[in-house]
């Protein structure tokens, strides 16, 4: 009943103190491979004596630098340096705290944990001034040494063995690689290791992408700090102007600057200003009216534009105020009740089922007990988090919904073949997308190592996000082609291939949107040609590549006996349908029929036997969507053609009962369901679900990189993890957006209006 698993052996050294960081100490994560001197894929019995006989190097992994490595040190190849340090260890009266931050194995082991990593902390606080012994003690520091061992059948899951050690800063790679060869040169039936990688920079590593960042994102702060100085000065001023002519009773001198109608700029100037300020297109429509109760609230908004017309560049200063952006963020007074309201819960939920399922999957390869996750995750509600990537499709939905309809209004005003109107299109898109997105890398080259400085733990090495957007591997990113030229484990900000895909079909919408305007119906077919096309593909490729369904390529694609058995699990070909444009726009597509549709009926009078036949259908395609593989989880795999079918349109699906569920709201029959999708305390969120997609796993990783120890997996313990991750996203969001994309988006709207 047992399906293999793959057991890498490795070794994990343990991390130093802050002390240490800053280019001082080398760190270094050193690959190594070593031979198990078994058949690869070879079936054991999980209570069969070898396993233990295979990793008896971990039981004793102490007592091996203690009693093995020193009585023949004088017998290897390494430096001076590294020879001193470890004697003048080995001979330490008080060494007890060194040995005892050594990793050791101990239970669970056949449960699927792998980590037996020590106290990094116990190594780095093992330098003490007590030591008595002639030559100083010497100073350790973290080193984390992998090896890989050879498959292994014990379950049915792949992972790395990890123990952690603590090594004198004076050793060198070189150096502890010869003492671990020499170690295995000399064990029985052992061969010997070879070295594999090696990450891990000195503390900080001054790329010009660190330098570019720190230096960017330094100006960015000084402008938005000016900003916001410049804006509570404005306030202050302006509270007291009016207070001066209310104490007057004297408004003549207020009142008149609005008679100037120039002063409105088309309702570009007072939308710049904080503090409920009404727009300037509002004041022109209802005038200064003394009676009114907000009449403090008025006057300063006159007298705001006064004060604009006598320094018109204080507007576009303006835009990086961090008070005037963080009130525009959280605002909901100029919010349109039923104008696609709903959208905005969709939206926020979306990204949060987003969230959960890379929490789940990062998670999975830094818990000490995965064999039992994997188990609990074939239950059949745990399948919304296993194939959460449906969620996903919802933001494709949204995506071309908002362009096709948005796009419709827009083209009331302008000829359909408008160049200009196409041209401004396009060039507005990138122009929001873009800065978000490259200070996102530079934080990447820049905050993100000074963290990865700062936080290095066994867990993962500070380099793990970095070294991906090295070299030329940004741009793809930036240039959004990281989609089609993807680098399984090699791409910068790897989550951003939604992005990728989704300006591709930006791009070949006006297409559409072009048909739709000359006849509707040739657009409509046009759309759902492709849409149909995107399914194809996928069924063939699943049925000529023998995949999986609902393929990701996680954990359970790879390591799951009976996938294994009856798919091809390789994860070339499972990302083939996971990450490219040609599998994705089946749901971008049924947005754009949708969003038509909104646009052309401005009302839907729907019976009720029509409106219960649309519920029934979304919760079915919804439920098939998530669930249709159960049975392959179970160990029931579906046929060829079953499984070529559920891949081609469960995507579909799942986009139909989401555009469904949108229309219904819309039209006014979503009742209790579009009140709480498009209730007012979603709207903050919703605003900024761009910045929270970017920085989400920033989050995930950053928390996983500060472990110590592996996480222990419980159905509550998995509660307050996700909890307080998603807690801490829109938390951290709110403020980041306000830095990198909401001055941006005031900027274009004010350049080129509405």
């Known amino acids: 009943?047992?399906?293999?698993?793959?057991?890498?052996?490795?070794a994990v050294a343990l991390t130093s103190g802050t002390s240490y960081y800053y280019g001082v100490v080398p760190r270094h994560h050193v690959d190594y491979v070593f031979d198990l001197d078994r058949a690869s894929g070879e079936e054991i019995d999980p209570g069969e004596p070898v396993i233990k006989e295979d990793l008896n190097f971990t039981w004793d992994w102490r007592t091996y630098f203690s009693e093995s490595v020193f009585p023949q040190i004088d017998g290897y190849n390494i430096s001076q340096e590294c020879y001193d340090a470890w004697n003048a260890?080995?001979?330490?009266?008080?060494?007890?705290?060194?040995?005892?931050?050594?990793?050791?194995?101990?239970?669970?082991?056949?449960?699927?944990?792998?980590?037996?990593?020590?106290?990094?902390q116990e190594c780095a606080n093992s330098k003490q001034p007590d030591y008595k012994v002639s030559s100083p003690f010497p100073d350790v520091s973290p080193r984390i040494v992998t090896y890989y061992g050879r498959k292994k059948t014990i379950y049915h899951a792949a992972f790395k063995m990890h123990l952690g050690f603590c090594a004198p800063v004076a050793c060198t790679n070189n150096d502890m690689y010869e003492i671990i060869y020499n170690k295995y040169h000399h064990g029985p039936k052992r061969a010997p290791p070879y070295m594999g990688s090696v990450y891990g920079k000195s503390g900080i590593d001054y790329t010009p992408g660190f330098i570019i960042g720190i230096v960017i994102f330094s100006i960015l702060t000084a402008v938005v700090i000016s900003a916001t100085v410049v804006e509570i000065g404005l306030d202050i001023l302006i509270h007291y102007l009016v207070t001066k002519e209310l104490q007057q009773n004297s408004l003549a001198a207020v009142y008149e600057p609005i008679q100037d109608k120039s002063l409105t700029q088309n309702g570009t100037v007072a939308?710049?200003?904080?503090?409920?300020?009404?727009?300037?297109?509002?004041?022109?429509?209802?005038?200064?009216?003394?009676?009114?109760p907000d009449l403090r609230k008025t006057m300063s908004a006159a007298t705001r534009l006064a004060i604009m017309k006598k320094a018109p560049q204080l507007r576009y200063l303006l835009c990086f105020s961090f008070i005037g952006n963080i009130y525009k963020l959280l605002s909901t007074s100029e919010v349109k009740s039923g104008q696609l309201g709903c959208l905005n819960g969709i939206r926020v939920m979306s990204l949060g089922w987003v969230c959960l399922g890379h929490t789940?999957?990062?998670?999975?390869?830094?818990?000490?007990?995965?064999?039992?996750?994997?188990?609990?995750?074939?239950?059949?509600?745990?399948?919304?988090?296993?194939?959460?990537?449906?969620?996903?499709?919802?933001?494709?939905?949204?995506?071309?919904?908002?362009?096709?309809?948005?796009?419709?209004?827009?083209?009331?005003?302008?000829?359909?073949?408008?160049?200009?109107?196409?041209?401004?299109?396009?060039?507005?898109?990138?122009?929001?997308?873009?800065?978000?997105?490259?200070?996102?890398?530079?934080?990447?080259?820049?905050?993100?190592?000074?963290?990865?400085?700062?936080?290095?733990?066994?867990?993962?090495?500070?380099?793990?996000?970095?070294?991906?957007?090295?070299?030329?591997?940004?741009?793809?990113?930036?240039?959004?082609?990281?989609?089609?030229?993807?680098?399984?484990?090699?791409?910068?900000?790897?989550w951003t291939w939604y992005l990728s895909n989704d300006i591709k079909f930006f791009l070949i919408s006006p297409i559409f949107i072009i048909l739709i305007k000359k006849n509707e119906w040739v657009g409509r077919l046009a759309i759902s040609a492709l849409i149909l096309s995107s399914s194809l593909v996928c069924i063939i490729m699943t049925a000529v590549e023998n995949l999986p369904p609902a393929s990701t390529g996680s954990p359970l694609d790879s390591n799951d006996r009976v996938l294994r058995q009856n798919y091809n699990t390789d994860p070339f070909w499972t990302n083939q349908l996971?990450?490219?444009?040609?599998?994705?726009?089946?749901s971008y597509g049924a947005g754009l029929i949708v969003g038509q549709i909104i646009y052309q009926h401005k009302k839907l009078d729907l019976k009720p036997m029509v409106i219960t036949f649309l519920y029934v259908t979304s919760i079915i395609f919804a439920g098939f969507s998530i669930y249709g593989c159960y049975p392959s989880v179970q160990g029931h795999p579906m046929g060829p053609g079953a499984t070529a079918l559920y891949n081609g349109f469960f995507r579909l699906m799942w986009s139909i009962a989401v555009c469904i569920l949108i229309?219904?709201?819309?039209?006014?029959?979503?009742?209790?369901?579009?009140?709480?999708?498009?209730?007012?305390?979603?709207?903050?969120?919703?605003?900024v679900t761009y910045v929270a997609y970017l920085f989400h796993l920033f989050c995930v990783i950053g928390y996983l990189q500060g472990l110590e120890e592996p996480v222990h997996y419980t159905i509550s313990n998995f509660t307050l993890l996700y909890t307080g991750m998603i807690v801490c996203v829109y938390f951290l969001s709110v403020p980041l957006s306000c830095f990198i994309e909401a001055p941006f988006i005031r900027l274009e709207k004010m350049i080129f209006g509405r």
């Open 1 to 10: 009943m047992y399906a293999g698993l793959v057991v890498f052996v490795s």
């Open 89 to 120: 260890i080995y001979k330490a009266e008080n060494n007890n705290k060194f040995w005892d931050s050594f990793g050791v194995v101990g239970s669970g082991l056949l449960d699927g944990n792998t980590y037996y990593l020590g106290s990094s």
């Open 271 to 292: 939308n710049e200003g904080n503090s409920g300020v009404p727009s300037d297109a509002s004041i022109e429509q209802t005038g200064i009216k003394p009676h009114k």
């Open 360 to 494: 789940y999957l990062f998670l999975l390869s830094v818990m000490d007990n995965p064999l039992y996750l994997l188990q609990d995750a074939r239950s059949f509600f745990y399948q919304t988090i296993l194939n959460a990537t449906p969620s996903v499709d919802s933001f494709f939905v949204l995506s071309g919904l908002l362009v096709m309809y948005n796009t419709l209004k827009g083209l009331e005003a302008h000829d359909v073949y408008n160049a200009k109107f196409w041209a401004m299109f396009i060039i507005r898109r990138f122009i929001r997308l873009w800065p978000a997105l490259i200070l996102m890398i530079l934080f990447t080259f820049s905050f993100y190592q000074i963290w990865g400085a700062n936080y290095y733990t066994p867990q993962w090495h500070p380099g793990f996000l970095i070294d991906m957007c090295t070299g030329t591997k940004w741009m793809r990113t930036a240039f959004f082609m990281n989609d089609i030229l993807w680098d399984d484990g090699n791409t910068c900000i790897g």
């Open 578 to 586: 996971y990450y490219k444009p040609y599998s994705r726009f089946m």
């Open 663 to 687: 229309v219904l709201c819309h039209y006014g029959y979503g009742w209790v369901i579009n009140d709480m999708l498009s209730a007012n305390f979603w709207v903050p969120f919703a605003r």
